[in-house]
């Protein structure tokens, strides 16, 4: 049987729990936040579902001991309101660290050994301190990172060519934050390369990269949040494992060369990174995945 | 095609818009808020889903002509801070009420002739302005009512006697507020009536309808509004109304004798209210729902 | 994870298998037929779906081994075309009797320690030999018994009234076969008797009775088997028991006082039979339900 | 509301009905077979199955005057008999060419103006000829044609890489049966060409077209038939018809330079072929594509 933990209950981590519930995908669901109200509110609200709904879920609220033989955990904690004060992902920084130390020690604790998704910000830094403090290994920690990010280069070049975005395929890459770049190089629309089909519907790159970014900011200062698309992010990829699917898509992983995880193609699968999908990069592209390395880098290094 | 609209797009309105696309129910969803970077927001968090779903919605934003063809509008718009100073639903009453006379106006006004479901509280009250006020029928206008608290009823009964609460049948009956009741008289836990249920198992049923209650404040306190439940109840019964199914249900609909809407069991299916699904109540019981209907009944007086 | 076997993969094991993977119910499925090639076959037509659905799903044809650690084995192995010569399902009895020796000794070998649903007809009598020779508890087998008969019950009464047949409660009880019937006094439409219903839509119970079996019959006489009503009862039954629901339904069980099984009601859970649902039948329902059982016994007996 | 026609209810069509039906997709679903009894037989079948689901779908059996306002018809006619004779898909052509005659003048008479998705084989003569016969523009009416084939390539390279399928790009081209070939220059695995990847799996090119077609046949020959991985091809179409999603995918559309439908990559919308998507071949590729039409034309010139 499925048995899933979300760890934070904020919107994203809240949403995440509804979508496991409603879509009938966990079989078992444990749901912790360091706000006890708040836990038992979304354990009740979910539960007030099952009578609506076709399939069912057991609910487990603040319970860590549930999360020993968890097939996976998604931890979504944070602290929506330090990002308005910094203006980026990073705001959330020592807050996170902060709550990685105490999260990763009680899922040590109970001895947790399935694969942990990271969604707190900043991603790829949090998901570094996952990994190094829970004792997974790099297979079993890896981040959304880039995913949502690609998500929303594939809806901006999807409506600027009036398509499906899942006729859109290629990366957005490095940092989920402000160094975050699209590597048009791998981009296709229909299986033509981005220049070709820029060319026939008369695209401009730089624009496009704009509005896929723009379209996070819209959310954010619309509604303070986002937490849709991330969700079903996060849910693809929970299935992936519980399904050992191998399913390539960009995420937060560790990559060896930098020393930490950053947004990179990978193959996800039962046990968490199966394999780096190594791609060829312009040389412009390579160095701007440096530069987000570095500044994740350095992120990590202002925290010791 | 599938065409429905949301017109409020707060905890509600948005999380049934997200349910509505993530299962792949809607072919277009029109979204309307009095806030439009509100509803660009969750347009844009929703089209950033699609790249991770397996099916398409086209999502139109803040345009009300587009509702003429739709085949179901669900309205739920509100303001839940001013739940907070009155302590029940009718705390939006005069808020609400406004917004009627606005929003009936426009559906009114784009011709639209399909099935309204409303969910805005005072859920009853609401429900029989906006039928009067767009001009729909008596069976074209339903309100989500007591199918929610039903719901909880569900839980609550399912939880004490450890089973899903799908075994849990039978009716919460009157206004969706303080004075609904659980008709015990139709309750059944797996056929057996309630009160054998509770022999069996030691239940107490004031305890239980305690619990029910309990459980909807308990989100209301945790996470300072509700928004799981009531949407499953919605898409419930929004798919009853596109698939023609002739589903019974509890929900809020218009009475010949009290000259209002109020939860009491119907028949949902393309027309909205099919048919009223007059049933046996105790002595007690009609006096609770007569009681109730008198509530609902002054509180459409105040507002003349 | 969720791994689930399907033994016998004719028309109901295949479709069966079609549904745990275009669902995105099974994360690992394992397919046995006595008929390698219908496995491979199947096995294959199956994976080409993948790349037209959203979900994964790990198909194992033909390894008895890979059931060790099932969470659920789903029997429906048989030999339609015995049912032609005899006329009802106890056509394949004897096939089916022989066939049960050598998967229950297999499933056994392997280990198995799960739940066990059986289709195969007839159905109460292999229930009872595959609990008998696997050596699982009475709790951890069951057939799927009347709940399919239930739900062409469930369609009678809806279609003569006009409604969902899940407007329709209560249970057609005993044998998954000729001797069955539905006991009238649990019946509910919308919450009232079936008299109460009848009288008002002018209903006649023998003739209700006589399109319900009237259903099945037509079925097989237009298409020579029948596939997807069982295989949704099947279903539904496997999601009961990997999400522990504690769903009541009348389903194939183990009764003390005959001692072997027959469709009666139950609750099911991750264990199986969590419990017997003991109800009040009139004296004449008491007394088909012991006919039925004797009907039942008789045949086990004729295999000794 | 979502209305499907399904004409032809062999073992592609029924389990169409079934997972239209299932997975809560079409609200109303006309069936219609040559087959009076085979026909009532899938409506009840599928009738059945509605207590156990939680949606509802209104089933009309062989009403050919229900099917004027239905939004999309798939056609799935045929004689799976034919097929054996001559070993390959053309051996229905004879026989399925007369039924068109009769189905394509069935559709004109009761005025049907929604988009028509072919299956009946051979699939791209067959839907030539049916946009000839019902007077639908060649945008409504589109085949299947090598989706299903192209899903087929995504699993042998899929199960040679040990990935996902989803995570294999590209096409098969031309005729729906053995002129059939993969554009292996469109082929991408994770992103990389079909040549990177196969150089460092160590994959040879010719087998795996070997191995994407040896599947097709070992289904038909272990089931005599193949349904499973056709039928998500043709859901795929219809719900991208439905919603307008614009889905890019290789079918059968026609091709003016051909003056016949025929295998190629085109995009799916509401107005049934959005857009024909040209590609780029090798001249080998183009070679075979001419090669593939050239036998779809005389199979066409032979009718006459």
Redesign the interface.
């Known amino acids: 049987?499925?048995k899933i933990g979300v760890i934070g209950l904020g919107h994203v981590g809240?949403?995440i729990a509804?979508?496991l519930?409603?879509?009938?995908?966990a079989?078992?669901l444990v749901l912790i936040d360091s706000?006890e109200?708040?836990?038992?509110?979304?354990e009740?609200?979910?539960?007030?579902?099952?009578?609506?709904?076709?399939?069912?879920?057991?609910i487990i609220p603040q319970d860590y001991t549930a999360l020993k033989d968890a097939?996976v955990i998604i931890t979504a904690f944070g602290n929506i309101s330090a990002i308005k004060m910094d203006g980026d992902r990073f705001g959330e920084l020592n807050y996170n660290a902060a709550v990685v130390a105490e999260v990763a020690q009680k899922i040590k604790k109970v001895g947790f050994n399935g694969v942990l998704i990271n969604i707190s910000n900043p991603c790829d830094v949090i998901t570094t301190l996952l990994q190094r403090q829970t004792g997974l290994s790099k297979k079993q920690v890896f981040g959304t990172g880039t995913f949502?990010d690609?998500?929303?280069m594939?809806?901006a070049v999807?409506?600027a060519v009036?398509?499906?975005?899942?006729?859109?395929?290629?990366?957005v890459l490095g940092e989920h934050g402000e160094s975050q770049f699209t590597a048009w190089s791998?981009v296709e629309v229909?299986?033509?390369t981005i220049e070709d089909a820029a060319a026939v519907c008369g695209l401009d790159l730089a624009d496009l990269d704009h509005r896929a970014r723009r379209?996070?900011w819209?959310?954010?200062?619309?509604?303070h949040y986002?937490?849709?698309?991330i969700?079903?992010?996060a849910?693809?990829l929970a299935?992936?494992v519980?399904?050992?699917?191998?399913?390539?898509c960009p995420t937060s992983v560790y990559l060896e060369n930098y020393g930490h995880y950053i947004g990179y193609?990978a193959?996800i699968g039962?046990q968490g990174v199966v394999e780096i999908?190594k791609?060829k990069l312009t040389i412009e592209e390579q160095a701007k995945l440096d530069n987000s390395a570095k500044i994740i880098s350095e992120k990590l290094t202002s925290l010791h």
Chains 1, 2, 3, 4 share one sequence.
């Open positions: 049987m499925r809240a949403t509804y979508t519930v409603t879509k009938g995908i079989d078992e706000n109200d708040k836990a038992v509110a979304e009740y609200d979910l539960r007030d579902t099952l009578s609506r709904l076709d399939t069912f879920t057991k097939d949502l690609t998500a929303r594939q809806r999807g409506q009036h398509e499906d975005p899942k006729n859109i395929s290629g990366y791998t229909k299986g033509h379209g996070g819209l959310i954010f200062s619309g509604k986002t937490c849709y698309a969700t079903t992010c849910i693809k299935l992936a519980l399904s050992d699917a191998h399913l390539a193609p193959v039962r999908n791609i």
